[in-house]
């Protein structure tokens, strides 16, 4: 129970601290507002529970989060295992997302890596790949952020090097762009 506690007591600081985060998600939601009324789309990607964390991402953009409203352009890059496995096995797991950014993304789209270190050599890659594309590209990392941040044009980056911390913020800080895009998309 002690530790269960300690959780919670870590979330809730945590929380209080990332309310300075705001003003950078609202950036993220207007540059994907951005890209949706210039027709682009929005591109995922992350490991294990960030992987989790960009396929949340993409099926509240294309199904909906609060708000009835049209689907809207997204994919997360961890959710086919066939190419997924493809490539890590042809070529190198550190080539799995930005392979596909090559594949995928056009300038303007929007590309959004999740690394709760920051430190992921694939999500640094990708993100990498994307911006010289002419993508935006979006952080959601933890820690420093570093070295991911450096190829991000918006950083959402929580101030923790606890995974389970930044995973939750992540979440939260998710919820709060998905709303603004939720929003203008049912009033558009």
Same mark, same amino acid.
């Given at each position: 129970?002690?530790?269960?506690?300690?959780?919670v007591e870590e979330h809730l600081?945590?929380?209080?601290?990332?309310?300075?985060?705001?003003p950078a998600a609202s950036e993220i939601a207007a540059a994907i507002i951005a890209c949706y009324e210039r027709g682009g789309?929005?591109?995922?990607?992350?490991?294990?529970?960030?992987a989790a964390d960009s396929l949340h991402f993409a099926e509240e953009l294309v199904a909906r989060f609060k708000r009835e409203r049209r689907p809207l352009a997204a994919?997360?890059?961890?959710?086919?295992?066939?190419?997924?496995?493809?490539?890590a096995n042809d070529y190198d797991f550190d080539e799995l997302f930005a392979r596909q950014v090559r594949a995928f993304a056009r300038e303007g789209d929007v590309v959004i890596g999740f690394t709760t270190s920051g430190?992921?050599?694939?999500?640094?890659?990708?993100?990498?790949? %994307? /911006?010289?594309?002419?993508?935006?590209?979006? #952080?959601?990392?933890?820690?420093?952020?570093?070295?991911?941040?450096?190829? =991000?044009?918006?950083?959402?980056v929580v101030?923790?090097?606890?995974? %389970? /911390?930044?995973?939750?913020?992540?979440?939260? #800080?998710?919820?709060?762009?998905?709303?603004?895009?939720?929003?203008?998309? =049912?009033?558009?």
């Open positions: 129970m002690a530790e269960a506690r300690q959780a600081a945590l929380a209080a601290r990332i309310e300075g985060l705001l789309r929005v591109y995922t990607f992350g490991n294990g529970g960030s994919q997360s890059l961890a959710a086919d295992p066939t190419v997924l496995t493809c490539i430190r992921s050599p694939n999500v640094v890659d990708a993100l990498a790949v %994307a /911006r010289g594309l002419g993508a935006v590209t979006v #952080l959601f990392g933890g820690g420093q952020g570093l070295p991911a941040a450096e190829h =991000a044009v918006h950083a959402l101030p923790s090097d606890s995974t %389970a /911390r930044v995973q939750e913020m992540h979440v939260l #800080l998710l919820h709060v762009v998905l709303d603004e895009v939720d929003r203008w998309a =049912a009033d558009s």
